[in-house]
């Protein structure tokens, strides 16, 4: 979902403006990314605004919403928008993979797809059992108005 999705400043924030509590930026994000993403999102940002969707970034950074691998090369140059995008560098195990993915685009769609045909497998929830979400952090009947007619 990252090589096209997007996030909001306030999944950013920390590590631009206070990751360590000292008022420096995260370390392992590149600089470049760090002052690209100052300049759209400002350390006083409205989240109200923020969660209006007015703000939007993209989690492939420089990507053009095409699914593809350019992702992972953000991620090896430390361009990864996320905190969690950018650990996958933290660990051999992880970083291994982000750099096949990186040189290799087919390898990318090829474990994609079979990591989509198992994920198929799940039993999903359908009609009164599952729901439809607005915001995944929070249960439907919690919503406002929800996508199920609530």
Do not use: W
Not at 52 to 76: A, E
Not at 127 to 144: A, F, I, K, T, Y
């Amino acid at each position: 979902a990252h090589t096209i999705g997007h996030t909001h400043c306030r999944f950013v924030q920390s590590r631009l403006y206070n990751f360590s509590g000292d008022g420096s930026p995260d370390p392992t994000m590149n600089s470049t990314l760090a002052e690209s993403l100052k300049l759209i999102c400002p350390e006083d940002d409205d989240e109200e605004a923020d969660m209006d969707g007015r703000t939007k970034l993209p989690m492939d950074f420089g990507g053009h919403d095409t699914f593809d691998s350019h992702f992972y090369q953000n991620v090896v140059e430390g361009y990864g928008v996320l905190y969690a995008d950018q650990q996958l560098m933290a660990s051999a195990a992880t970083a291994n993979l982000v750099v096949d993915y990186a040189i290799d685009s087919d390898l990318f769609r090829r474990e994609f797809a079979r990591a989509m045909v198992k994920l198929s497998s799940v039993g999903v929830l359908t009609g009164s059992q599952g729901e439809v979400r607005r915001d995944c952090r929070r249960l439907l009947e919690d919503e406002p108005t929800g996508l199920n007619g609530g």
